[in-house]
């Protein structure tokens, strides 16, 4: 497992092939975690998930695997993907499990101070879908504003100075 950074509760790490059982289970939870990251709704196979990380690691990408340290238990994973100079889009998917823990606020507050003191951005933006008012919440929480809506997703952003958790 290759820390790369942490938080109180967190380790992140770089994502490993040997957490694809987990990372299906993440994504293919229709209830909990799929029906809020994508339209998708019919089951990831094994090797499409293979093939999804292997593209990731091969690529560099700046996607993390979080671990809770306490119990060394999957959390989810999270990502800055889209990265256009010094401005990425930031993504996040915690497992039905570890949801309603406050892992997905901290994750966010550290994934931005990463973002923004180690990877150079100057802004970060995220979509969400307008039918997720828990998930805007905890963005608006972390410091995210809304910058643009439509009636399916909501478009929020967040820049240095704006008194986010930098």
């Excluded at 290759?2 to 990372?23: A, G, H, N, Q, T």
């Excluded at 499409?48 to 671990?67: G, P, R």
């Excluded at 800055?80 to 309603?100: C, H, P, R, S, Y």
């Excluded at 100057?122 to 809506?149: K, M, Q, S, W």
Aim: proline content about 2%; charged content about 30%.
């Amino acid at each position: 497992m290759e820390k790369v950074f942490e938080s109180e509760r967190i380790i992140f790490i770089r994502p490993e092939m040997d957490l694809i059982p987990d990372y299906l289970k993440m994504v293919n939870d229709i209830e909990n975690v799929a029906t809020y990251i994508s339209d998708r709704r019919e089951p990831y196979t094994e090797q499409e998930e293979y093939d999804y990380m292997k593209d990731k690691l091969d690529n560099n990408a700046m996607m993390f695997s979080m671990i809770e340290k306490e119990s060394g238990k999957f959390i989810g994973n999270t990502e800055f993907f889209n990265i256009k100079g010094d401005e990425a889009e930031l993504g996040i998917a915690v497992t039905g499990g570890m949801q309603n823990k406050g892992y997905g606020r901290e994750a966010i507050n550290r994934m931005v101070y990463y973002g923004f003191c180690e990877g150079g951005f100057r802004r970060i933006v995220l979509e969400v879908y307008a039918a997720n008012p828990r998930a805007i919440h905890v963005y608006e929480e972390c410091g995210f504003t809304v910058y643009d809506r439509n009636d399916k997703d909501v478009f929020m952003e967040m820049t240095i100075g704006d008194g986010g958790n930098v």
